[in-house]
T-cell receptor
Framework: KAGVTQTPRYLIKTRGQQVTLSCSPI?????VSWYQQTPGQGLQFLFE???????NKGNFPGRFSGRQFSNSRSEMNVSTLELGDSALYLC???????????????FGPGTRLTVL | KQEVTQIPAALSVPEGENLVLNCSFT??????LQWFRQDPGKGLTSLLL?????REQTSGRLNASLDKSSGRSTLYIAASQPGDSATYLC???????????FGTGTRLKVLA
């Protein structure tokens, strides 16, 4: 099976712009989670989707949003970019059957976003 | 609110040594706990997952244990090799939250 894929792998944007990142989960996986990784804060949870529904959201401002499509592919969007949004954005998929928690997560390689 | 702590932050050992990485969590109502490995600039690779009902999991030279009552998990690496050099992260998923809370990781260097 193909792993989790994320596009693009690298992005350079300027402050005030917006950006959309894409994640394709492992075939058959219905849960997609997004995380932000920075040297100072480590890995922080952004949100999780299961069958097109957001089940949980982390403590990030409303500029961060996401969605999931019927084929389980997911996108996250960041509007009005700030310098502090520079980070590695990681997507993870899970077979999660929605039984009360998240099963094994399989991570993609990430998208490195640099905001100038 | 779940918090996950990993000690030590960095560890350097000679090749062949057995070692233990520690992970502590504050909320014992976990759904499962997962150990990951991350190489510089790369994504995370899942190593072991322990369900809340389990006490340990083993894969090759790796063994992870879980003690919910004390809020601790350990990752044991036997006969370490230079290729084991990476950052090791533990993450706890609390029941009903559908998210993982990550520790800050232990950066391991195995010297040849």
């Amino acid at each position: 099976k193909a792993g989790v894929t994320q596009t693009p792998r690298y992005l350079i944007k300027t402050r005030g712009q917006q950006v959309t990142l894409s994640c394709s989960p492992i075939s058959g996986h219905r849960s997609v989670s997004w995380y932000q990784q920075t040297p100072g804060q480590g890995l922080q949870f952004l949100f999780e989707y299961f069958s097109e529904t957001q089940r949980n959201k982390g403590n990030f401002p409303g500029r961060f949003s996401g969605r999931q499509f019927s084929n389980s592919r997911s996108e996250m969007n960041v509007s009005t970019l700030e310098l502090g949004d520079s980070a590695l954005y990681l997507c993870a998929s899970s077979p999660s059957a929605g039984r009360g928690g998240t099963d094994t997560q399989y991570f993609g390689p990430g998208t490195r976003l640099t905001v100038l | 609110k779940q918090e996950v702590t990993q000690i030590p932050a960095a560890l350097s050992v000679p090749e062949g040594e057995n070692l233990v990485l520690n992970c502590s969590f504050t909320d014992s109502a976990i759904y499962n706990l997962q150990w990951f490995r991350q190489d510089p600039g790369k994504g995370l690779t899942s190593l072991l997952l322990i369900q809340s009902s389990q006490r340990e999991q083993t894969s090759g030279r790796l063994n992870a244990s879980l003690d919910k009552s004390s809020g601790r998990s350990t990752l044991y690496i036997a006969a370490s090799q230079p290729g084991d050099s990476a950052t090791y992260l533990c993450a706890a998923s609390t029941s009903g939250t559908y998210k993982y809370i990550f520790g800050t990781g232990t950066r391991l260097k195995v010297l040849a």
